[in-house]
């Protein structure tokens, strides 16, 4: 039995590293795929085959202005379909149209979009209603056109940008099955080991697949900005110190790293966009942002055989002056786990390098600690964090300082 209990947890452990670099491989082929842009050249009198965008303008209808006359001229509807073949979706589009011969020309009205006549060409710029163009579907814009004659409008340049959203690949759906399945399928694991084996024994398993778990996860989440990579590490490796400088009792010193190691599991639904943003976050921005706590909130509301989990993920960004979120909680009504992640989180956060900003300076972290104490943290925890510091048990500084 102990034979085949270890090959489950290696066939586990396998999966995930399989999954994460499926995710990996996935976020880095949307990076490529998304908002390409693109221009081609399309001759509709010839035969368009199966290329990937197909364009074709038809006179729906037309009139003789002012017949018999030296200024006779025509009038027309010109009406375009452009259909996309691809996979993606194509958008902030335009289409510049070759007038065929001189043309005096008049754009009497247009829908769908915007049409202006310049330097002998007609240029079409998508308007809301038919932009984006989505796989596999057509859109059609039009306008009524004063010309000197009927006019053949088959040579255009499509200009454009494709873009595939992440949701819209089968892959990650997929991998969100096994994900949801590989996680029922530690859980069920632990419970089976906790059943079946003594106590003693049943805890040093348990341990073990627990931090193969949750470090696999925590590196899964922070492989999404190469500027966390090893976030949840530290931030666990700070709580635990600062948890047992306080008092806490072995097992929830223990307990509370693996906490730690899970308090940022809900940015895995925070879009790479915002969360390698190298500026400042707009407000709509940082409000999808602060969402991360409540995704991850929600992610382990079903991992009960861990008290404090869920709450460590949802409150570590719950302020002591009441001014945090998601819930606004205050002093001593953020659970005590919590307020240790918090310190710890903010403290590698200021100790490392981000795609907005370099490492702060030691001196400096120390003083943003104590400024902040009684206001945005448990002032308890920071003199704690500070001792700490002090007597080199948590070391500031990045490997680049020590070079």
Known sequence: ????????????????????????ALNIKVGHDSDTPFTVKIDASQPQGKNEYTINTIISKNWINDEGHDYQNYGAQYDTTVRNNTD???????????????????????????YKFEDGKIIFTA????????????????????????????????????????????????????????STSVVAYILYRIREAGYERNERIKDNIISQAMNAIANLVDAKDPYTKGHSTRVSYYTQKIAEKMGLHETEVKNLGYIALMHDCGKIGIPDNILTKPARLTDEEFKIMQGHTTYGGKA?????????????????????DGKGYPKK????NIPLYARIIGVADALDAMNSDRCYRPHLKPEVIKQELKKNS?????????????????DGVIKLGTDKDKK
């Open 1 to 24: 039995m102990k034979k085949h209990l270890h090959m489950g947890a290696f066939v586990l452990l396998i999966s995930l590293v399989l999954l994460g670099g499926a995710f990996i």
């Open 88 to 114: 993606y979706d194509i958008i902030k589009w335009k289409i510049t149209i070759d007038v065929p011969e001189k043309q005096n020309i008049i754009v009497d009205s247009y829908w769908n979009g915007d």
């Open 127 to 182: 308007g809301e209603k038919v932009d984006p163009i989505p796989p596999g579907q057509d859109v059609s814009f039009g306008a009524v056109i004063i010309s000197d004659g009927l006019m053949k409008l088959d040579k255009y340049e499509f200009t454009g940008c494709k873009d595939k959203p992440i949701t819209h690949y089968f892959t990650f759906w997929a991998i969100m099955v096994l994900f949801i399945v590989w």
């Open 300 to 320: 382990l509301e079903e991992f009960t055989s861990m008290d404090g989990i869920v709450e460590g993920a949802l409150y570590h960004h719950e302020r002591y």
């Open 329 to 332: 909680l205050k002093g001593e």
């Open 374 to 390: 009684g206001s945005q943290f448990d002032p308890d925890i920071v003199e704690c964090a500070l001792e700490l510091i002090e």
